[in-house]
């Protein structure tokens, strides 16, 4: 009634992401302390705070403050599964592996600590999530934390990231790959562990069955777009832009969307994903989706 | 009631007790790591977990722990199995080129020898948490109260992390001195006392009994590999010296085989000490002294090898 009453605040996403960054930054350099042996705890906290946007843990924590919950019960598992994250990259980079020098535009763990420690660094994170999610959760009954456990788990393995990992591998240089293998790759190698943050936090804060199921949807829409944006990104930006090496999937004879559906086919799939994503955060209230909604937008518009 | 428990270790028939948990446990982890797509890393997973000669010490501690405070064998066998992948997970990257560097394990080929080193870190990485999955979906819930498998979950993670079995690894492939009794601990210590108290924490034992298997475990992880240790010296196949730097962080290799043989006497001393505070649950107890005499006397041959 007055020129003041704004009928549809826009809601600020930049200093929301910032906030709730800054609290994840926090919470994980509490949760992982320079203990003795000295150098292994260095190296799990060098590639566990080396920056990156924090997208997994705020998707954690927005879908549990969307079903009801605090932020504090989502908390432990959102650090837990940047703890997963940091841990597959710092396997990943290992020469065995992708063979990559640069992470975030640092150097990768191994170039710094040595690849014995690197992968003693990652199995010690991979660890630590689970003990953290089990220990330092508040505030949930223990059922729901089992519960959170076991997706946790599942979106890590051989039905998680681990399967996407073995796919792409394998994947390299084949020709005669197409859809099917490159969603798989990445419905398992990105959108598990996206997937993963989000039914965590919405199972957390309390979410019914339902909740919890529209919320796994929305995440593997959004984890096939984070993916499909990646490949965009790879072919047409720089390694400064990136903060990581530029044109490797090329270099690597790499199943790519721009590669199979052109950079257009490529942008139009990424749209469609992010409708359908959204399609599933209509039922809730939209006051409380706005910060979904404007990762979802965020994931599909980002510049590196 | 010392004679009276050493009594329960020489009657009680601890090899038809590990058989018969053996044969469980492996079928058990036969089930648990099915062969799907992508078959590659489902092939090496279990390549080392169903590795033939498996003696299952972990599992069956943790079987025989939780027993002792009445708890079923039904409650246990998840996590029973859980400890034998994530020890699995374990060894095949402590085998890593960069790591030990070690070609054989179990008298077989090394897990990256066979399915390369990205395999062999992908499977490592994957059976870590189906170990922790494997636990929270098949632990029978009206058996076992949902707080105390957070509470295994966390001791599992706890061994086997950055204060635990990976701590041991690092400060072995740094070197150093004086570390022995450090290193062993943590490298094979960890693993019978989580073991042990995973068992306990399962049948609901009190706090003092937990911290009681915590001590007994732990002695026992490390008194048979210092044994080992001893075995294979007396063997005495005269090894490499490539393979004797590696070796370096033994008893025997540190302080010779003499003194090696007085830690394990302390050590078993200790374990059975321990044991002692369990006396009120009568011959349940018997499964664990046998462990420690087992441990030194080897007195038969569990699985198909060593």
């Known amino acids: ?304 | 009631s010392v004679s009276a428990n050493h009594l329960n270790s020489t009657q009680f028939d601890l090899k038809t007790y590990w058989t018969t948990l053996i044969a469980e446990i492996d079928n058990n982890l036969d089930q648990a790591v099915p062969i799907k797509y992508p078959e590659q890393i489902y092939e090496a997973m279990r390549y080392s977990v169903l590795a033939k000669g498996a003696k299952r010490a972990p599992p069956v501690m943790c079987v025989a722990a939780c027993e002792l405070f009445g708890g079923s064998r039904l409650a246990a066998f998840p996590t029973a199995c859980a400890l034998e992948m994530v020890h699995a997970a374990s060894l095949i990257h402590d085998d890593l080129p960069c790591m030990d560097d070690d070609l054989s394990r179990r008298g077989q080929p090394s897990n990256h020898t066979v399915y390369g080193v990205d395999m062999a870190i992908l499977a490592g990485d994957a059976l870590f948490p189906l170990g922790f999955q494997h636990i929270v979906s098949h632990t029978p819930s009206d058996l076992v109260p949902e707080a105390r498998i957070l509470r295994v979950i966390a001791e599992i993670a706890r061994a086997v992390g950055s204060t635990g079995m990976a701590a041991g690894q690092f400060l072995d492939l740094e070197g150093g001195a004086n570390q022995v009794r450090f290193v062993q601990e943590k490298k094979y210590g960890e693993m019978g006392e989580c073991s042990a108290v995973c068992g306990g924490l399962l049948a609901g034992a009190e706090d003092d009994e937990i911290r009681r298997l915590r001590r007994y475990g732990r002695a026992v992880g490390v008194l048979y590999q210092v044994v080992n240790d001893i075995l294979e010296a007396k063997s005495e196949i005269p090894e490499d010296e490539e393979k004797k730097k590696k070796k370096g962080k033994s008893y025997v290799a540190v302080y010779g085989i003499e003194r090696a043989a007085e830690v394990a006497e302390e050590l078993r001393e200790r374990a059975k000490m321990e044991l002692h505070g369990f006396e009120k649950y009568g011959e349940k107890v018997a499964p664990l002294y046998s462990f420690v005499d087992y441990a030194v006397d080897r007195g038969f041959s569990v699985g198909e090898s060593s």
Not at chain 1, 107 to 122: I, M, Q, S, W, Y
């Open chain 1, 1 to 304: 009634e007055t020129l003041e009453d704004n009928p549809k605040p826009t809601f600020d996403f930049k200093s929301y992401m910032l906030q709730k960054a800054n609290t994840v930054n926090q919470a994980l350099d509490a949760s992982v302390s320079l203990r003795e042996p000295v150098k292994i705890h260095e190296s799990m906290r060098y590639s566990l705070l080396a920056g990156g946007k924090r997208v997994r843990p705020v998707l954690c924590i927005a879908a549990c403050e969307l079903v009801g919950g605090d932020e504090s019960m989502a908390m432990p598992a959102a650090c837990a599964i940047e703890m997963i994250h940091t841990m597959s990259l710092i396997h990943d980079d290992l020469p065995c592996m992708d063979n990559d020098d640069l992470r975030r535009g640092k150097p990768t763990n191994h170039k710094v600590f040595g690849e014995d420690v690197a992968v003693l660094a990652g199995d010690a994170l991979l660890a630590f999530a689970f003990e953290h999610i089990a220990i330092s959760t508040t505030g949930v009954t223990p059922a729901r934390i089992v519960r959170a456990i076991a997706e946790l788990a599942k979106s890590i393995g051989t039905e998680g990231l681990v399967a996407g990992q073995v796919v792409d591998i394998r994947s390299e240089g084949q020709k005669d790959l197409g859809i099917k293998d490159l969603e798989f790759i990445h419905e398992h190698k990105t959108a598990a562990l996206l997937e993963g943050a989000v039914v965590l936090g919405a199972i957390l804060g309390g979410g019914t069955n339902e909740e919890v199921e529209k919320l796994r949807t929305f995440a593997r829409c959004i984890g096939l777009l984070f993916q499909v944006v990646d490949d965009i990104l790879d072919v047409t930006k720089s390694s400064k832009e990136l903060g990581k090496t530029a044109g490797k999937d090329l270099v690597a004879d790499k199943l790519t969307y721009p590669k199979l559906l052109g950079i257009e086919g490529s942008k139009a799939l990424a749209e469609k994903l992010n409708k359908d994503a959204q399609q599933q955060l209509s039922e809730f209230d939209q006051e409380k989706a706005a910060p979904l909604i404007a990762l979802a937008n965020y994931i599909a518009n980002r510049q590196n």
